[in-house]
């Protein structure tokens, strides 16, 4: 069987390059096969992250040939394999070592989302359709990809001013939850920096859960977010309410 | 020259955060206490995320006629009468309310029509029993519980591995380990440890688990003094892909045949008629897994030695509703759309039934202070455990063991770090970075997965298993000379090395467990014995540390009071 040659990027948080590996590919392979073949016979300290290997615990993230993605859904066969194939950590978060980054700004973030909290007077009945939408972002798998991708993040660096689309989705299914109590709006608003987004949907197409992103969860927290703190209206009845802005 | 380590103090210590490691965490927060949580992934990546098909719980929501002790008699059944009948009962009682407790904590399951919790069938339930999230339970189960963990305050150490439980004379007194990050070394002191830190899949070559499964809580509980019992159960489940390569063992959920997925051979012959004709495809995994390995061995598979598995009779919309995750992963890795056509399948290394021997009430071993939940622990499921029982078996004995830690945190007295053992720990864990010569432990793994593949696997007789003993002694000899590359950075050959070390000690107990025992019952499956054999029924094998010797004697099972004998018996 052929060869493919790999670029993986080794280093840690000062320096770093790309080196170079010949892998023997097999059919059906993933890159994240490639780096467990580099692992096992040629540099048995390579750093990678990975658990389930089958797209659903989110640990694999990288950025393949440039494009963020998971390491154990991105298919040989369907690169490029006439040229290197580029492996690097992703970009938004420090680097540790090799592919594995630093993403603990991602769980203090979490930390600041008022959790769910039931309305008391509860029956515990919902409907299909009302659960459904929930249950799309429930579907989130923690690969942060989205947060790389985000050109706040990315490019502007507002961790300490913007949540990121990862967490959009998680008061989302907050908010949206049938039987929560609460408003996060204010949190939206002031914490978590909502306004930043741009809605160019890059969170949205880098998703490997296909959870519409910008147009199910971020978009209408923005509407939300306007109705409570920009309507004159509800501004006014707010006041009288005595409610904080 | 003592090699520096930071200190950490908690009431609790909890090594594994998966649904056992945060249910006992939330528990024994609730009771006041300070609590640690260690993991070795980022939280919320433990092996949970990846259970698929539901939780068993009698809730009586889609068949009235359910009961607890319908799911206790199913589960007594299903673990050919071996299980602890106490846990067995307890888990019964208690499954509904842990279900509805983690509906109160936030998760969303998917609905009947009068909004209630829906629940499907799965292999050995008479009824239908788990209560489900499309084929992503884990990953709700996951969630709700980390997130209700994190704002009641317990402290996580992420990335952070246990290489050694420390002892205060005959009690627990904390633990060591190394952040996986830079290599340094952290000391927990605390009153009482809970274990649940999964099972041991990784040391089979073909296996649907992580990196991460390699036995830890096991053998560090072994080392500690505590028994382990029931190893030779080892769960194969049916349904792992078998193609491509690279995806050979990942799971293919049961619900898959729990919405009425239909297996047949190569020559079109649903062959499950020739097994189990009453229940078919859900029938027990143990019988399932048997049959496929079975086929394929008798020439009857598929082009890469399995079944095949076909649900696209089904509506391609419900089964993109229903199996979201299944057809998102066959579509991807494998080419094939579920929806159109049939999945290969075959038998993968899955769930270890056996593991530390707990009391059924309080989870505590053997050794005071310490104490086990989950996988890790052994009892509930017997001889073959029903798909379903693990998620709420990590609720129930989670809760129990939180609780029970808690209680002795605050009864005990102080406890001192004894630094002798901290230095040799240390000491133990650096050694391979001074060896030039050796094996690499990749090299060592991958024989060791070979070995528990070929002679410790879902058929075996006493030829293949005194080989495997064999080869295991051998593979232990190059696993304590193993030479590690690189620096103490995020340096996987490094944890590898230290990892290789549990799995040999687990596969071993597996090992010994299997050969002991002259019968065939549940997941174990003795050409040499084909029959059960009555007087085995009656006993387990147990498990011990006697220097450095591992011992095995047997344990006979408590009569099932006669309450619980008329449930089971009633047809």
Redesign the interface.
Known sequence: MADATFKVFRG?RETGELLEYQVPI?????VL?ALHYI???QA????????????????CSAEVNGRPRLTC?A?LDALPLDEPISVQPMKAFPV???L?TD??WN?RV??KIP??T?RPDAE?????RE?DR??EF??C??CFLCQNVCHVLRDHEKKEEFGGPRFFVRVAG?EM?PL?SLSRTELLKNELGIGFCNITKCCTEVCPEDIHITDNAIIPLKERVIDDFYDPVRWFLRKLAGRKG | MTEKYETREHDILIIGAGGAGLRAAIEALAQGASVGVVCKSLLGKAHTVMAEGGIAAAMSNVDAADDWRTHFRDTMRGGKFLNNWRMAQIHAHESPERVRELEQWGALFDRTADGNILQRAFGGHSFKRLCHVGDRTGLEMIRTLQDRGVHMGFDVYMECAITRLLKDGERIAGALGYWRENGRFIVFKAKSIVIATGGIGKAWRITSNSWEYTGDGMALAYDAGAELMDMEFVQFHPTGMVWPPGVQGILVTEAVRGEGGVLTNKDGERFMQRYDPKKMELSTRDVVARAIYTEAREGRGTEHGGAYLDISHKPAEYVKKKLPSMYHQFRELADVDITKGPMEVGPTCHYMMGGIRVDAESAQTNVPGLFAAGEAAAGLHGANRLGGNSLSDLLVFGRRAGLAAAAQAKQAGPTAIDDAQVKDGTREMLEPFERTDGDSPYDVHRDLQETMQNYVGIFRNEEDLNRGLNELQKLKQRAAKVRVDGSRLFNPGWHLARDLKSMLTVSEAVALSALERKESRGAHSRIDYPNYDEQWSKLNNIIARDGETMRLRHRTIAEMPEDLKQIVDQS
């Open positions: 840690d097999a059919p059906g392979m993933v096969d692992q096992a016979h048995p300290d390579l750093a990678v992250r990975w658990n389930c290997k089958a797209g659903k615990c989110g640990s859904k298919r540790l070592k090799d594995v993403v603990s769980y979490n930390q959790p769910f039931p515990w009945k919902m409907d299909q659960v929930v249950q429930r579907k798998i923690e907050l939850h929560d």
